[in-house]
């Protein structure tokens, strides 16, 4: 039996979302659409198995297993935002409580909800992605985490719950979003799906576009083994033997759910040819054509919106200084159960109102200097501030001594320049001199001698030297342009 198309053609909204060609195969097998079976999974999973010049495999922490459905529900979230961010793409997003809140779709964010979303984070944050690939006749190898980084924000103990949060997004992604290697969809249609069905809708958004021409969407026809969709689509869920049972306590809601959104047009579950299983063949309805038109036609896929940074700051860049300082406390990057207190959050936005992020491991770097003369046990970020002053005093010194130092060297350089140049200039004009015919030479050793003797007179030790200087400047006088000025030699010399 085949389902078919149960809505109208009603406006809808459509919020694109990109996201990267990789990370949409990768999420096929990230994320396990069964928690129960998602909890006990790790190991390796390999996506282009067998191709030598291609491959990827993502590997699952031991501790942590396999992220599970909530875990997508994060990740996409996160991709949203960035996503509003627009071109270049966003390293850091950071969410504030209230956003975490909405994004994991609770009603509070309380001790039991907080921890679901620390576990989320940890497992999505301890996957591994292992990518090998033929570049320039080198096999090229990247491992990497999607998320490189995850501060957690608590009020003030390890029990508390997350107030605020910093994902840092793998550099390889963020290249490869820049260089406009993404798939763009409709976050606005993934928000009324399970993840089963937004799973399902990014693969087949992905399938139907690569096949519309933008005109004959009744030739547009994806088909899949059941099978593979588990394994490649749906992080693994358990492959089911009967139709009745994959229809009706499987995939068989969610895909009713695209149906009446108008995403499918239908959908059929047939018994596979030449072997066991089913396979799924799938027709695009007339809400993919309207998003393909929007994200696609009406404009350039590559073609972003751009939101303020703002709010993205003042919660990511004090988790970077209060993590940086837990860093250098310790000696060591921070782990996965560590978080930052918002007391410390706190005084690291009073220290960035007046010292720069790219300056704080400087003043970092100072403030544990200073404490050590004196034995202080630094424990706590609040206690750099009793060394901002002496800090920001010593940092205009240096920058006050760095700019007389810069303003003497370049004294320096041009006086340098200049008597090189009054070399080049008496050699160059000695050798127009010495070129010039012999009746020229007399001409103007007459005239020089002539104009020496009708001055002041002279030493007999200087007479030479001042009859040389008036030979040669009759020279240049007679022949300009012969020996360049000072300017044209300096910058002929600076390039």
Not at 40 to 53: L, M, P, Q, Y
Not at 139 to 150: A, T, Y
Not at 160 to 169: K, L, N, S
Not at 290 to 308: K, M, N, P, Q, T
């Amino acid at each position: 039996m085949e389902a078919t198309q149960r809505t109208d053609n009603q406006r809808h909204r459509a919020e694109p979302i990109y996201l990267e060609s990789t990370l949409l195969r990768v999420f096929g097998v990230l994320f396990c659409h069964d928690p129960k079976r998602a909890r006990s999974r790790t190991g390796k999973v390999e996506i282009n198995r067998g191709v030598a010049e291609k491959g990827i495999a993502v590997r699952f922490d031991p501790e942590y297993a396999q992220p599970g459905p909530f875990a997508h529900k994060v990740a996409m979230a996160v991709i949203r935002k960035q996503s509003n961010f627009g071109s270049p793409a966003q390293k850091a997003i950071s969410f504030s409580q209230r956003e975490l809140i909405r994004m994991t779709g609770r009603k509070s964010m309380g001790g039991r909800q907080s921890e679901e979303l620390a576990l989320a984070l940890k497992q999505i944050r301890y996957s591994h992605v292992l990518a090998h690939f033929k570049s320039d006749n080198h096999l090229v190898e990247h491992d990497f985490s999607i998320f490189n980084e995850v501060l957690i924000e608590r009020r003030a103990s390890p029990t508390d719950p997350i107030v605020a949060c910093t994902i840092v997004i793998a550099d390889p992604i963020i290249r490869s979003l820049n260089d406009k290697h993404f798939t763009c969809l409709n976050h606005a249609l993934m928000r009324e799906l399970s993840t089963i069905g937004a799973a399902l809708y990014m693969r087949l958004f992905y399938h139907f576009a690569t096949q519309y021409d933008g005109y004959h969407l009744d030739r547009v026809v994806f088909k899949k083994r059941y099978d593979d969709i588990c394994t490649e689509w749906l992080g693994g869920i358990t492959v089911l033997k009967h139709r009745s049972r994959i229809m009706g306590k499987q995939l068989g809601t969610h895909l009713d759910q695209l149906v009446a959104l108008g995403f499918l047009r239908s959908y059929a579950l047939t018994p596979a040819e030449g072997r066991d299983g089913f396979v799924l063949t799938f027709r695009p309805g007339d809400r993919f054509k309207s998003d393909y038109r929007i994200f696609y036609a009406r404009r350039s896929a590559g073609e972003v919106r751009f939101s303020s940074h703002q709010e993205n700051e003042a919660i990511g860049e004090p988790h970077r200084v209060a993590y940086l300082f837990m860093e250098k406390l310790t000696g060591r990057k921070p782990d996965a159960t560590a978080y930052v207190s918002s007391k410390d959050v706190q005084t690291a936005k009073e220290v960035l109102a007046r010292v720069s992020l790219a300056q704080m491991p400087d003043f970092l770097d100072y403030a544990l200097a200073e404490a050590g003369k004196t034995r202080f046990d630094l424990k706590t970020l609040g206690g750099v501030r009793q060394y901002l002053n002496g800090y920001l005093q010593a940092r205009d010194r240096r920058a006050a001594a760095r700019t007389a130092g810069e303003a003497r060297d370049l004294a320096q350089r041009q006086t340098q320049l200049r008597l090189d140049y009054d070399q080049y200039h008496r050699s160059e004009a000695q050798r127009l001199f010495d070129n010039l015919p012999a009746t020229e030479q007399a001409a103007i050793e007459a005239l020089a001698r002539g104009k020496l003797n009708a001055g002041r007179p002279v030493s007999d030790f200087m007479a030479p030297t001042l009859l040389r200087v008036e030979r040669l400047r009759l020279a240049i006088e007679r022949h300009p342009g012969t020996v360049v000025d000072f300017n044209q030699w300096s910058a002929s010399q600076t390039a």
